[in-house]
């Protein structure tokens, strides 16, 4: 994936992913109530999801349906991050994550199986 996701354009995303194919109005709507943004704001992140070919937008309502996964997007953060962040280690990565909380027994159990399923 080329193109970045802003922070304004992860917040309209996640209301296109939560909705399906969803119509710019109704996201306007739903970001103005839960963001505090006017239409305006909403319509340009939009446009700017479009350009990039994060989403595809359709008439008769100018619907606007994604075209990449939120899993799609949080694998691509993710190895950004730990390129940029962690020089590509990932074991920095999760020895940073683990350095000032403890895990429970629970989160200790889930991350044994994800490892397990990767060997």
């Known amino acids: 994936m080329k193109e970045k996701l802003f922070d304004s354009e992860a917040k309209v995303m996640e209301i296109i992913w939560a ?4 119509s710019a ?15 305006n704001t909403t319509y340009t992140v939009i446009k700017k ?4 070919g994060f989403i595809r937008r359709d008439e008769p309502g100018f619907i606007c349906t994604p075209l990449v996964s939120q899993s799609e ?8 991050l730990v390129k940029k962040v962690f020089g590509g280690s990932r074991r920095a990565l999760f020895s ?8 429970t027994e629970e989160e200790i159990r889930e991350l044994r199986e994800l490892i397990d399923d990767k060997r």
């Not at 996201?27 to 239409?39: M, P, R, Y």
């Not at 940073?96 to 895990?103: F, I, M």
């Open 73 to 80: 997007i949080r694998k691509a953060e993710a190895s950004s």
């Open 19 to 22: 909705r399906g194919p969803v």
């Open 49 to 52: 999801l479009e350009a990039k």
């Open 25 to 39: 109005k109704e996201i306007s709507l739903i970001a103005a109530d839960s963001i505090g943004w006017n239409k």
């Open 96 to 103: 940073a994550l683990l350095e000032d909380e403890p895990l």
